[in-house]
């Protein structure tokens, strides 16, 4: 009858049932994320397809590291007695502290866990280091290696090679099975972008006199 017609469904439940094109799409997209993230994993241990090759991509992780950068950023610094040098050196170090507030930021906000054939051994890690995305050194590489093409004067075969290393190291991640596929790739885009900010943003004697003053 018409009075045990059949209550129509709550609208979270309408959309449960009937999920949007972009929610197919996303879900369909991570799927294909992780797969491939985990097929391209071959150095992720000793075990793996190209576990032999483990260490030699260890050398390149540590390459793209936080740490040895801003370490040997700052000892240059220190040690140069170009003021022209010195500017560059200034805003480089202070293109790395950015890079490393802005992926913590947001690796804070997304907590995507890292993929689960990664070997937690990582060079010098911190509690955000837990989580995945976006890559900091796909992040970083990329910024690195805008800025050293801008910066410095550099023959043909040398800027080939710094963005080959930019994107061996965001290669790596993926094969040691610390990132996936898009965590990479959104942070090579991220540290692309990155540098733009740094040159707006350019610390000179000018505008920053009072840091300058310190070297």
């Not at 093409?149 to 040398?158: D, R, Y």
Request: aromatic letters at 8%; a positive charge.
């Amino acid at each position: 009858s018409g009075s045990s017609a059949a209550a129509p469904l709550p609208e979270e439940d309408c959309m449960k049932l009937n999920p949007s094109f972009l929610g197919i799409a996303l879900s369909s997209l991570l799927a294909i994320d992780l797969w491939a993230s985990k097929r391209l994993g071959v150095c992720a241990g000793e075990g793996s397809a190209w576990g032999s090759a483990r260490p030699l991509m260890k050398v390149i992780e540590v390459s793209g590291h936080g740490i040895p950068w801003l370490l040997g950023t700052f000892y240059g610094l220190c040690q140069s007695d170009s003021s022209a040098a010195r500017e560059v050196l200034l805003n480089l170090l202070f293109a790395l502290l950015l890079d490393l507030v802005l992926v913590a930021v947001v690796k804070g906000i997304v907590k995507r866990r890292r993929p689960t054939h990664n070997k937690m051994d990582m060079f010098v890690t911190i509690s955000v280091d837990k989580y995945s995305f976006p890559s900091g050194h796909a992040t970083r590489a990329a910024l690195v290696c805008r800025f050293v093409l801008h910066h410095l004067v550099l023959a043909v075969p040398l800027r080939v090679l710094v963005v080959l290393w930019a994107l061996i190291v965001g290669v790596s991640r993926v094969m040691l099975g610390r990132h996936n596929v898009t965590d990479v790739l959104f942070g090579l885009l991220l540290g692309y972008a990155l540098y733009s900010v740094v040159e707006y943003c350019w610390l000179s004697p000018l505008s920053a006199p009072a840091l300058f003053a310190l070297w």
